[in-house]
């Protein structure tokens, strides 16, 4: 328990960060998800027509 209470402000802050934070770990879950994706898919190889170039 801290003896100097704690800033209006910091509060405000913490609940941005927070938001901040969640905001890019979903945007890191859709890209990890699209990635996964793709590749079971097999859509990263090149088609079968230029791979023996």
């Known amino acids: 328990m801290s ?24 945007f890191i879950v859709i890209i990890f998800g699209l990635t996964v994706v793709k ?5 990263y190889e090149p088609p079968l027509g230029e791979a023996s170039e």
């Open 3 to 26: 003896i100097i209470k704690q800033h209006e402000i910091h509060t405000r802050r913490y609940g941005r960060n927070v938001g901040v934070g969640l905001l890019l770990a979903g």
């Open 39 to 43: 590749v079971t898919r097999g859509d």
